[in-house]
């Protein structure tokens, strides 16, 4: 507050004429990177492997990086409220909040640290090229990475260490989401699912837990089920299996439900279709498909989540976030059903067609 001239108070940062939003928004970026470096060098992981908290000096030691750096990213994670900062006899250290234990250390069984790092190594380096993309109004592979991307998923896996960074990237939301998309509908009456472009197997596991009765098919490229199998699901699991193929071009094992997780939102209308006639076509009568993606409201009015995403599909993909009645559109054109569609509360919803 400030006195004037006349005697009045006046606010001095009055909130037209302070932009609050913008320059939070101008700084994002700044936020996101704090977070990405200091899972990249291990912040977190340190704090959680030592039984006390450590000071600025042992931290940097034991990440390799420099003191003054690191006091400054400690100090940034402070105010972020991913860090607690305690004070001893003119001591300082740290230890990790709560979130950070929880979501930002490697071993926590609700890691996104994967994610971060995908985030960090791919998904910065593609939205610097954003305004290219909505110029072009097409993914910007050949600027970010000099690799055409004629064949979209030939650019993602450009070489064996991107393609299990994105498979990491797939797996780890699903520690924080999968059960509430695999439980949106009561699934239990479908016994043989096929999750289409099934990747981690995230989301297998998940069904199989959620219904002791179902057995399910991972489907995917010949390269990620060899990746899948090796990395990520154990071979003492009898109830997943792995069919290799290309979903555009191979047939389609039978199934009562297909899953198709993320999968639409990376092609065009015409191509979706093209791959929801194949499955119609595979699927036993009275079976079902289940989409699983980020949908948009129905006016486009958020949530904003989506609408960044539709962005991102922009920036890497041939596809776009959608709306459950543009969902229901594409599964109506291949011959679906009853189609029905649940928001979960999280990033991901769950929209459910049948075949009559
Ligand atoms: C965006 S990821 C989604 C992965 C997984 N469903 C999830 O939500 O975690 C797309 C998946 O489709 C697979 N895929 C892409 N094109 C394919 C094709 N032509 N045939 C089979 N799988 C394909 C990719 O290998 C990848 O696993």
Not at 69 to 81: D, S, Y
Not at 119 to 143: F, M, P
Request: hydrophobic share 40%; proline share 3%; charged share 25%.
């Amino acid at each position: 507050m400030a006195e004037s001239k006349t005697g009045s108070t006046e606010v001095s940062a009055a909130a037209d004429t302070y932009p609050k939003k913008i320059l939070e928004y101008i700084e994002g970026f700044l936020i996101s990177k704090t977070l990405f470096t200091s899972c990249e060098l291990g912040v977190f992981d340190v704090l959680l492997g030592s039984e006390r908290p450590l000071s600025a000096e042992e931290i940097s030691k034991a990440v390799g990086a420099s003191l003054d750096g690191t006091e400054r990213l400690l100090a940034a994670c402070t105010g972020l409220q991913l860090l607690i900062r305690h004070q001893d006899n003119g001591q300082v250290s740290y230890s990790n909040a709560e979130q950070a234990k929880l979501y930002l250390t490697r071993s926590s069984p609700l890691s996104l640290y994967q994610s971060i790092n995908y985030h960090s190594r791919t998904i910065y380096l593609c939205w610097h090229y954003l305004t290219d993309a909505v110029r072009d109004g097409r993914n910007q592979y050949e600027k970010a990475f000099g690799v055409s991307s004629g064949d979209l998923f030939e650019a993602i896996y450009r070489s064996d260490e991107e393609m299990v960074k994105f498979m990491q990237l797939m797996n780890s939301i699903w520690n924080i989401c999968g059960k509430d998309v695999v439980t949106a509908f009561d699934l239990s009456p479908f016994k043989a699912i096929c999750d289409l472009g099934g990747c981690s197997g995230a989301l297998a596991k998940h069904c199989t837990s959620a219904y002791p009765e179902c057995t399910v098919t991972i489907f995917d490229l010949p390269k990620v089920v060899h990746m899948s199998r090796e990395h990520f699901v154990k071979e003492d699991d009898q109830r997943i299996s792995f069919h290799e193929g290309d979903f555009f071009k191979d047939s389609l094992p039978e199934a009562d439900l297909y899953i198709l997780a993320r999968i639409l939102h990376d092609w065009t209308d015409e191509r979706c279709i093209e791959l929801l006639l194949r499955i119609y076509k595979a699927c036993k009568p009275g079976g079902a498909v289940l989409l699983v993606e980020a949908l948009l409201n129905e006016d486009g009015s958020g949530p904003l989540t989506a609408q960044l995403y539709s962005l991102n599909m922009l920036v890497q993909t041939e596809g776009r976030e959608r709306t459950d009645v543009q969902y229901a559109a594409l599964l109506t054109a291949a011959g679906f059903t009853n189609i029905r569609h649940c928001l979960t509360g999280k990033i991901y919803d769950a929209v459910l067609g049948h075949k009559g």
